[in-house]
């Protein structure tokens, strides 16, 4: 099953380092999304991207952080200078074109801030 | 004030009884609701969505949608120790990979 792919499964980094979490949509996917979910707390919607464009970042903190889907490979979550409140699993969803067709989660990213 | 709420639990439920889960959400503008299962360490699943008022009916699941209300419920039939899980809502106001998620219902289900 070639679902959403997600990696490193577990990354461990040191305050101010910097972390880049990577997603494969599924095959014919198109539309990625990622989210973050904090310790005992729901899943929070950061940033939805396509192909070469940024649709929607409402939920991307204004610093450190960044996501990008290029044209070729995967979608990238870049945080610089990590801190300790960064410390979450952070999800990749992908979902076909259209707005009305199921998202698709990946495995998650363990982010751990020392 | 919370766009997505839900009780956090946990809600103990003895194996076979019905679990019933309650979501209220706040913005009217939400089109799709979407219940999702996360077992623990694990990504969301997704169970069922709806869109349409009243009941939508999957397997042991259904889901139920009072608009009006603004409230979603997931009602699960003959509840099994592998339904123990936490039992997400989210609503989409657009697409429906933009969710809005509640925090999450603990299920533990007793043999």
């Known amino acids: 099953n070639a679902g959403v792919m997600q990696n490193p499964r577990h990354l461990v980094r040191r305050r101010g380092q910097e972390a880049r979490l990577r997603c494969s949509p599924m095959k014919g996917h198109s539309h990625v999304y990622w989210y973050r979910q904090l310790p005992e707390e729901g899943l929070k919607f950061m940033v939805y991207l396509q192909k070469e464009n940024i649709i929607d970042e409402s939920g991307m903190p204004k610093e450190r952080f960044s996501a990008e889907f290029p044209k070729e490979g995967p979608s990238i979550l870049r945080i610089q200078q990590v801190v300790r409140g960064d410390s979450a699993a952070y999800f990749c969803a992908s979902s076909r074109q259209g707005p009305n067709t199921e998202a698709f989660f990946g495995q998650g990213t363990r982010l751990t801030v020392v | 004030q919370k766009e997505v709420e839900q009780n956090s639990g946990p809600l103990s439920v003895p194996e076979g009884a019905i679990a019933s889960l309650n979501c209220t959400y706040s913005d009217r503008g939400s089109q799709s609701f979407f219940w999702y299962r996360q077992y623990s360490g694990k990504s969301p699943e997704l169970i069922m969505f709806i869109y349409s008022n009243g009941d939508k009916e999957d397997g042991r699941f259904t889901a139920q949608l009072n608009k009006a209300s603004q409230y979603v419920s997931l009602l699960i039939r003959d509840s099994q120790p592998s339904d123990s899980a936490t039992y997400l809502c989210?609503?989409?106001?657009?697409?429906?990979?933009?969710?809005?998620f509640g925090a999450g219902t603990q299920v533990v289900v007793t043999p």
């Open positions: 989210a609503a989409s106001t657009d697409s429906w990979g933009k969710l809005q």
